[in-house]
Each structure stands twice: as C-alpha cells, then as structure tokens.
C-alpha cells in the first residue's frame, strides 16, 4: 500500500481559515457505503440521518493553550513550544522550533520568567522532554500564556478560543481539537436526544499524530505515535445497550473511532478502560464496533484519509473528494463534514 494511493489536489481557496459563525451552518456530504451514492446536505440535517436506539459517540477531550512562545534569556533567540503530552507532574514531552535552540540542559523562559523549562532529553523523533517550573496552578498559568495550537494550514488568528473547542469539551489534556466535533451545538445535540438517539463520550487526548505527516511511501511502515485515552463505565454501558439491542455505533471523528477500535472486544462491546494507543486504521483493516463515521475532510497522504478509506473504501473516498472540491466544500478543521454509513 503506497502513500501516493491517498493523495490529491486541493485548490489552497478551500482550505477554511475560520469557522462559520454558526458552527452548525457547516455542509454534510453523506456517503451510502451499500449503493455508493453520495448526497449533500446541511449539518443540521444529520438529525433525518439518525434512528432512534442509534449511539454517538463523542470524544470530550479539551485543547490545552498547549502553542508558547518564549526565548532561551542568554541570548533572547525565540523558541516555541508545542506541549504534546504530560509524561510526569512537571515533565512534558513537547515539539520544539527551532529545534537547535534546546539542547540537553539549556533553560527557555516564557512570560518573562512565569514558566521555566529545563530541557532533559532529545527524544526519537526529535522531540524534547523537559522540565517545567512555575508558580501556582499550571493550568491557570498555561491559560495566560498559552496560544491555541492551529494547524500549520491556518494563516489566521483565532480571536475566540472557544471556537477550538466543542461544546462538550470536558477533560483538558488535547495538543489538537477533535475537529468533527466542532460542528455541534447545545441546541443539536438536545434535539438528538430528544428523537432517542443515545450520546456517550469517550476521552482521547490528540497528540503528536495529528501533526506527524506519513513520511514513508509503504504506509505499513509508518509509525504512529501513542495517545492516552480513558472510558468510564456508564459510558460504555450506554454504547454497549445501544449495540445490544441493534443501534448503530456512529463514532464523531477519527479519535473516537481509533478509540473505540482500541477497546473492543472481538465481539464489538467495550468495558470501562484507559490507557495508550497507537492504533493505526488502514484500507484491509475490519471494524469490530463502529458502524457510521462522522467526519471532516482530511489531508492528502494523512493517516486520517486512510481511516475514512478503511470504512468507506478508496476508491469511494477520493471520488467523494472530487465532488467535495467541485462542489466548493471548505475542507480541514474549520472545515465541512462528512457522514459514511
């Protein structure tokens, strides 16, 4: 399997640089895996897509301000930090640019002093690890100092950084949004319920995986970085009635679905877990839980194009891309979404 069987063009104009007023105003491109026809819809009109005793899931995972910009005091050089993963109380595994300014024991100040890190480690892969002081609560001095972590893709300032959340974010701990949430508001998901579709929420904090391109053209030798996750037991109690009694498992993003595929049994129930995962979900792959996936559109070459490839086929994806970029769809994290089921 080549890394160039999942690329594509993408005019630059279709990349959202900014999310829709109303985050349910999105468009959706439903895809019918059983007669391979693709409709396009509006997000809201997901609600017509969804059955009563149907289960969603929905990761509730919340962005750090995890992006810091700060100078080694020496020789005031600017150095930025992405904060990827908690891996001790004060000891953070974190991407580095430039990658030359934070060498084993070199100190980087940020906030004038607020936070201080001792570089301890060049890890694989050329991350750092290192050490954090401060003073206080580290997540209130984190939200003071901290930017939200955009994609390189997205030029522009976000003025409101709630807008790089979901509405049910929970559980801090995320270097990147579960985008496919994005579109969902209060009043959406009141109306689900209300039509007796059931919602349980899984945590899956998005790390460096979401930044690392595939760089290897046999796919299979790609490696995927481990990202921590945690179900509680009425959590999996609801998705597992749902699944008991014929409803579909429709996972909201690509971490709830790698998150789901990660517990699973081989009879599609899960049981209150946590842990790391690395899974990787790649055209071959047979889903053992999730039934419908909701979802934006992804980057050419990405593990998460090869995800939707996996459940809805290949060849199915990129032609349902060539509608997308005919039909003018606003693609990435900002961007529209997509329902396969």
């Not at 910009?69 to 990827?84: A, D, M, R, Y």
């Not at 807008?163 to 049910?168: E, P």
């Not at 070459?301 to 996996?310: D, F, G, K, R």
Request: charged share 25%; net charge negative.
């Amino acid at each position: 399997m080549k890394l160039s069987d999942f690329t594509f063009k993408l005019p630059q104009e279709l990349i959202a640089q900014e999310p829709l007023e109303d985050r349910s105003d999105s468009r959706l491109m439903v895809l019918n895996r059983s007669d391979r026809s693709i409709e396009h819809k509006k997000f809201t009109d997901l609600l017509d897509e969804l059955h009563p005793g149907d289960c969603l899931v929905l990761n509730n995972t919340r962005v750090m301000p995890a992006r810091l910009i700060g100078e080694k005091p020496e020789t005031h050089g600017k150095v930025e930090f992405l904060l990827l993963s908690r891996k001790q109380q004060n000891q953070w595994e974190v991407m580095v640019k430039p990658g030359k300014k934070a060498k084993v024991g070199d100190i980087i100040e940020f906030g004038n002093g607020m936070i201080k890190a001792e570089v301890l480690e060049i890890m694989d892969g050329g991350n750092r690890l290192v050490a954090l002081e401060y003073e206080g609560i580290f997540e209130e001095v984190l939200d003071q100092l901290g930017q939200m972590p955009l994609p390189p893709y997205i030029t522009k300032q976000l003025e409101d950084k709630e807008r790089y959340q979901t509405v049910y974010s929970k559980h801090t701990g995320s270097a990147a949004a579960p985008t496919a949430g994005l579109h969902f508001t209060h009043d959406l998901m009141k109306k689900i319920t209300e039509k007796g579709v059931a919602i349980a929420y899984i945590t899956l904090h998005v790390g460096l995986g979401t930044f690392r391109p595939v760089k290897v053209e046999n796919v299979l030798e790609h490696d995927m970085h481990s990202e921590y996750y945690f179900i509680e037991e009425e959590e999996a109690e609801k998705i597992n009635t749902a699944k008991k009694k014929g409803g579909r498992i429709i996972a909201v993003g690509t971490t709830s679905s790698r998150t789901l595929e990660s517990v699973a049994d081989e009879d599609g129930f899960i049981k209150k877990s946590s842990g790391w995962t690395d899974i990787f979900i790649y055209p071959g792959y047979s889903f053992k839980i999730v039934d419908a996936l909701i979802t934006n559109f992804h980057l050419p070459e990405s593990t998460l194009i090869m995800l939707v490839s996996a459940l809805a086929g290949r060849d199915f994806i990129l032609e349902a891309y060539e509608a997308a970029i005919e039909s003018s769809y606003r693609f990435f994290s900002f961007g529209d979404a997509m329902l396969i089921k």
